[in-house]
């Protein structure tokens, strides 16, 4: 079984700063990419970025350039760098981890959510 833990949401500025982590626990999983996506009030979850296992990265448009997806696999984490960040990217902001099973099966897990609220 695998668990996530994230933290680092909370209340900034318009033109502040953020840092997400999230943390997978548990045994008998490889992970392989990790990611985080987000949802706004009102709207469907959206894609924010992602990691591969040899740490290529992609980016939502939205995102690209200000946001910065990163991971150590030492902890099983991942992180996600908010700069910039403006009223729009207010949402709940959730850590997906994929990875194979001891009985080679893909297997996808979700985290509790943060929430990022951008106000002044």
């Known amino acids: 079984q695998v668990q996530l833990v994230e933290s680092g949401g909370g209340l900034v500025q318009p033109g502040g700063s953020l840092r997400l982590s999230c943390a997978a626990s548990?045994?008998?999983?490889?992970?392989?990419?990790m990611g985080w996506y987000r949802q706004a009030p009102g709207k469907q979850r959206e894609s924010v970025a992602h990691i591969t296992n040899i740490g290529s990265t992609s980016y939502a448009d939205s995102v690209k350039g200000r946001f910065t997806i990163s991971r150590d696999n030492a902890k099983n984490t991942v992180y996600l760098q908010m700069n910039s960040l403006k009223p729009e990217d207010t949402a709940v902001y959730y850590c997906?981890?994929?990875?194979?099973?001891?009985?080679?099966?893909?297997?996808?897990?979700w985290g509790q959510g943060t929430l990022v609220t951008v106000s002044s």
């Open positions: 548990g045994s008998g999983f490889s992970i392989t990419a």
């Open positions: 997906n981890v994929g990875g194979v099973t001891l009985a080679y099966k893909y297997l996808e897990v």
